[in-house]
């Protein structure tokens, strides 16, 4: 069965921290990997890795995907109080139309 | 361009009653999805569809019916409420294709069934 696991499932740092979410996977075939960041509402597209490696940045978020481990890791540097949310992690495989999602990790990142 | 929108935003049901949950996208994509999502569970798919017409069961399918009459529009039904139902209800879309594979979400619509 295709599985993805978020780790750690919740994380309290102060602001200006450094944190490090990990998403495993076991899939049959592995297309792309997807992260996600959710606050109060909806789930917001934050990166798509796939198995060109290509690590993938946006401000102080960056993230990359490790084909060997099976695993992809968020990096937030210089951690804001906006930065808490829960972080959702998702696995697509070819030739379907599903999106396997880990049960998240979430952040709390105090003032 | 609204993106994907969901009615009701919240609702109260009593176990056995009937209820539609609507989800509308106006991005023209093809993927349509209905997720739940539970305390410690994430997000689990109930039903999606891949195009007009057509639709398929998700890991959590049991209760739930759906539709895709039109392109933009995938329906959620309820036929008899049960308390275990009680969760947070999120639409999805996506174009499906390999170069644009991000989900948008829709805001969500909080379901309780007393």
């Known amino acids: 069965e295709d599985k993805v696991v978020q780790s750690p499932l919740s994380l309290v740092v102060h602001e200006g921290d450094t944190v490090t979410l990990n998403c495993s996977y076991e899939v049959t075939n592995f297309r792309s990997l997807l992260w996600y960041k959710q606050e109060k509402k909806a789930p917001t597209f934050l990166f798509m890795l796939?198995?060109?490696?290509i690590e993938k940045k946006s401000g102080r978020l960056s993230s990359i995907l490790d084909k060997k481990e099976l695993s992809s890791i968020l990096n937030i540097t210089a951690t804001q109080t906006g930065d808490s949310a829960i972080y959702l992690c998702a696995v697509t495989t070819p030739g379907t139309y599903k999106y396997i999602f880990g049960t998240g990790t979430r952040l709390k990142v105090l003032a | 361009n609204a993106g994907v929108t969901q009615t009701p935003k919240f609702r109260v049901l009593k176990t056995g009653q009937s209820m539609t949950l609507l989800c509308a996208q106006d991005m023209n994509h093809e993927y349509m999805y209905w997720y739940r999502q539970d305390p410690g569970m994430g997000l689990r798919l109930i039903h999606y569809?891949?195009?007009?017409?057509?639709?398929a069961k998700g890991e959590v399918p049991d209760g739930y019916n759906v539709s895709r009459l039109k392109k933009q529009n995938f329906l959620l039904g309820l036929e008899s409420a049960a308390p275990s139902q009680t969760s947070v209800y999120f639409c999805?879309?996506?174009?499906?294709?390999?170069?644009?594979?991000?989900?948008?979400f829709g805001p969500g619509t909080r379901l309780l069934v007393l």
């Open positions: 796939t198995s060109s490696g």
């Open positions: 999805a879309s996506s174009y499906g294709n390999r170069d644009s594979e991000t989900q948008y």
């Open positions: 569809s891949v195009g007009e017409g057509t639709t």
